[in-house]
């Protein structure tokens, strides 16, 4: 059974920092892709930045791309996502995926959300 625990959020003024941490019950290379989504109220989930453990690319949405970084350590089994320059709109509760593809099928595996909420 696959496990993500998400912490490091709250509550900041708008141009400040927060980093959420996501720590996998399993090694995190064993998946293909670790991202974090957000939903605000009354809008749809949406990506915010993704990992990729096959070499590829890091994703980012534009909305927050030069203020957001993600990144692994090993050590921990953990993702963060470093977020700067907040901005009201960053509010949202911020959800930690895990993915693994498995010949044609995919399996997605989520944390159960940290809020963040920016104050203008």
């Known amino acids: 059974q696959v496990q993500l625990v998400e912490s490091g959020g709250g509550l900041v003024q708008a141009g400040g920092s927060l980093r959420l941490s996501c720590t996998t019950s399993g090694y995190i290379f064993s998946f293909d892709a670790i991202g974090w989504y957000r939903q605000a109220p009354g809008k749809q989930r949406e990506s915010v930045a993704i990992?990729?453990?096959?070499?590829?690319?890091?994703y980012y949405a534009d909305a927050v791309k030069g203020r957001f970084t993600i990144s692994k350590d090993y050590n921990v089994n953990t993702v963060h996502l470093q977020m700067n320059s907040l901005k009201p709109e960053d509010t949202a509760v911020y959800y930690c995926?895990?993915?693994?593809?498995?010949?044609?099928?995919?399996?997605?595996?989520w944390g159960q959300g940290t809020q963040v909420t920016v104050s203008s």
């Open positions: 995926n895990a993915r693994r593809i498995m010949g044609e099928d995919g399996y997605d595996y």
């Open positions: 990992v990729t453990f096959g070499g590829g690319t890091d």
